[in-house]
């Protein structure tokens, strides 16, 4: 049962009615993967199916769909052990591709299209990056890599229809400031690259979303203005004894707004990624870790929006096409409460900052350095390999539930109300005090994260809630140190890197039991919440079924 929202009485919050703001779940409308030939594993489709039902995901977004496993664009036959006679003109096959986006489709989600990377038979320079060999450099003949766009969109519209497609977004590249490993040019190359593409896909329709220029990440200093990375402009960050004093700014996308802007090309959405973490070369050529402050996503952002808003494409989009903890797939916070806890803090704390801010990644089959090694291995995803939920996958559920419009929003959550249902739902957190300014930042082991669980305090969390329905129930669930943190478990059970059956069955049983109970709307119609949160819990409050 649910009240007809145009006879909802007003919702009172402290003795107060409140005015409600729109709340866009930026967490869900984008998720990051690995690679695409990644998807055409059968439980990697198991666990996207799943997120796309529980954590509410509408885009995915991955590497790799023109490499060579997908086999996209073809210069031979491909023999075998017999000779590999070569074509007389490049051809293109999309049955993989195809396989891949009817899945995602099927779900309901849609793809987040990263135009990358360059085909073996294309690329100037081969293998430049991860274990599969991904080939980032420009392509050795401009107009065939147009051609392999123009294929690949034209056979996209042929196959799900305009309309579909019209909702897709198509990036360019992936990190191509990342010289010599995610792009083998320079900065002008990169944006000719653009020019080509973007150039070619309007020309098939107007209407199609196209941007970049994909950047990682926030710098401090000029290591990215000039056409390649400089390392010597890294040095003062490196020897900085306070780095969150510097003054940190996107990479590349002031350059990027003005010479498209004076090509006069369009750009219908910016993207770029914010990792909370860098690094910098020293003088001595050593690289030094940086984690910045606890606030340094938000205060990125909110510089982006200024950027854009002010330049000659006011009205593009912001994706955040990458986001995490950490860029690293061997990081063991991403495992742990810990990163559950500062996840969800910043999500609300971005929610009006961006168009999406997309998740990397949401599973742990991801091959860029091979497989994990063990079950918590430090990987990006909200699940394991092997499908078990870490926290950071209930911290998405527990954020999916809440309403689309904010009716309260504080430093240690928000509460919501479902604009079509009127169901009220709340998210609340301790990201612990005496962290300060502090980020969870990495860490190479899991034993290096346990010294997290001592800071304290703990929260008390207290709100009434009025003008609900009579008895009605409401459901808390919270994730906490002793309430679904699986990673703990798998080390109290010794850390096993091979996991038997009943081991899987038991850490997969801890993943899911968060501690759980409920309350109930008193006659007034008045949900009284009082409850005491941990350090790192993550608690939702939503009506029960």
């Given amino acids: 049962m649910t009240h007809d929202g145009a006879h909802q009485p007003p919702i009172r919050i402290d003795g107060e009615v409140r005015a409600e703001t729109p709340l866009r779940h930026i967490w869900s409308e984008c998720?990051?993967?690995?690679?695409?030939?990644?998807?055409?594993?059968?439980?990697?489709?198991?666990?996207?199916?799943?997120?796309?039902?529980?954590?509410?995901?509408?885009?995915?977004?991955?590497?790799?769909?023109?490499?060579?496993d997908m086999?996209?664009?073809?210069?031979?036959?491909?023999?075998?052990?017999?000779?590999?006679?070569?074509?007389?003109?490049?051809?293109y096959t999309f049955s993989y591709v195809d396989k891949v986006f009817d899945f995602i489709l099927d779900t309901g989600a849609k793809p987040f299209v990263e135009l990358g990377f360059m085909p073996r038979e294309l690329a100037t320079k081969t293998e430049t990056v991860f274990w599969w060999g991904a080939h980032c450099s420009p392509p050795k003949d401009m107009d065939r890599w147009v051609e392999l766009v123009t294929r690949s969109v034209s056979h996209w519209i042929d196959r799900y229809g305009l309309a579909e497609v019209r909702r897709w977004r198509f990036e360019v590249w992936n990190e191509p400031n990342l010289v010599p490993h995610f792009w083998?040019?320079?900065?002008?190359?990169?944006?000719e690259l653009y020019r080509h593409t973007v150039t070619a896909?309007?020309?098939?329709?107007?209407?199609?979303?196209?941007?970049?220029?994909?950047?990682?990440?926030?710098?401090?200093?000029?290591?990215?203005?000039?056409?390649?990375?400089?390392?010597?402009?890294?040095?003062?960050?490196?020897?900085a004894t306070d780095v969150d004093a510097l003054d940190w700014r996107p990479v590349w996308i002031e350059d990027f707004l003005s010479w498209c802007a004076e090509r006069d090309l369009p750009i219908d959405f910016i993207s770029t990624h914010t990792y909370p973490t860098d690094y910098a070369f020293g003088a001595d050529g050593d690289a030094v870790p940086i984690s910045r402050y606890v606030d340094a996503t938000a205060d990125d952002l909110a510089l982006l929006r200024k950027i854009v808003a002010s330049s000659p494409y006011p009205e593009a989009e912001i994706h955040i096409s990458e986001w995490s903890t950490s860029p690293s797939s061997r990081d063991a916070i991403h495992d742990t409460v810990f990163a559950a806890t500062y996840i969800t803090r910043a999500y609300l704390q971005c929610a009006s900052l961006a168009d999406s801010i997309s998740y990397w990644t949401f599973t742990d089959i991801f091959e860029e350095g091979g497989a994990g090694i063990g079950p918590f291995h430090g990987g990006f995803g909200l699940l394991t390999e092997g499908g078990i939920h870490k926290p950071t996958y209930h911290a998405f559920a527990m954020l999916h539930q809440l309403g689309d419009r904010l009716l309260l929003k504080t430093p240690a959550g928000a509460v919501t109300r479902n604009s079509e249902t009127s169901a009220v739902a709340a998210v609340f957190f301790n990201y612990p005090a005496d962290m300060g300014k502090r980020a969870v930042g990495s860490a190479d082991s899991y034993e290096q994260t346990r010294p997290l669980a001592e800071v304290g305090p703990s929260r008390r969390i207290r709100h009434t809630i009025g003008g609900?329905?009579?008895?009605?129930?409401?459901?808390?669930?919270?994730?906490?140190?002793?309430?679904?943190?699986?990673a703990e478990a798998h080390h109290q059970l010794g850390s096993p890197r091979n996991l038997s059956r009943a081991e899987h069955a038991h850490l997969s049983g801890v993943a899911d039991a968060l501690r759980r109970f409920t309350i109930t709307v008193s006659?007034?119609?008045?949900?009284?919440?009082?409850?005491?949160?941990?350090?790192?819990?993550?608690?939702?409050?939503?009506?029960?079924?």
């Fill in 468 to 486: 609900l329905e009579p008895g009605r129930t409401f459901l808390v669930e919270i994730l906490d140190w002793a309430h679904g943190n699986v």
């Fill in 71 to 91: 086999f996209v664009y073809r210069e031979a036959h491909g023999g075998g052990f017999g000779p590999d006679r070569p074509l007389a003109s490049p051809i």
């Fill in 184 to 191: 083998t040019g320079t900065k002008t190359e990169y944006f």
């Fill in 201 to 239: 896909i309007k020309t098939i329709d107007a209407e199609l979303k196209v941007g970049g220029p994909a950047t990682s990440v926030f710098v401090p200093d000029a290591r990215y203005q000039g056409e390649v990375e400089d390392r010597a402009a890294m040095h003062e960050t490196a020897a």
């Fill in 31 to 68: 998720v990051g993967a690995g690679r695409a030939n990644e998807a055409l594993r059968a439980d990697w489709q198991q666990q996207f199916a799943e997120v796309v039902d529980n954590l509410g995901f509408r885009y995915i977004r991955f590497h790799g769909i023109f490499h060579d």
């Fill in 523 to 545: 006659d007034t119609g008045v949900l009284d919440l009082d409850v005491e949160l941990g350090p790192w819990a993550v608690m939702s409050l939503r009506q029960s079924a």
